[in-house]
């Protein structure tokens, strides 16, 4: 539950934003947005309906390669 990897090929899982960021359920909403904002990514998830709770298709193919980078 320690190690961190840095991927060089960008892959989201299918799922949400929130289960992409935070797979085992350790952070609160609070951290969490305070992630997307650092990797400017908090404009973006405001604007989807279901915000932190979207929808992520497989391999994140709903999001630019830029938006998987941060993302990741």
Known sequence: SRIAIIP???TLFSGTIRTNLDPFNEHDDA???LCLEQ???KEL???LPGKLDSEVAEHGSNFSQGE???IC
């Open 8 to 10: 060089q090929e960008s």
């Open 31 to 33: 951290s969490l947005w």
């Open 39 to 41: 990797a400017h990514l």
């Open 45 to 47: 998830v405001e604007k």
């Open 68 to 70: 998987r980078q941060l």
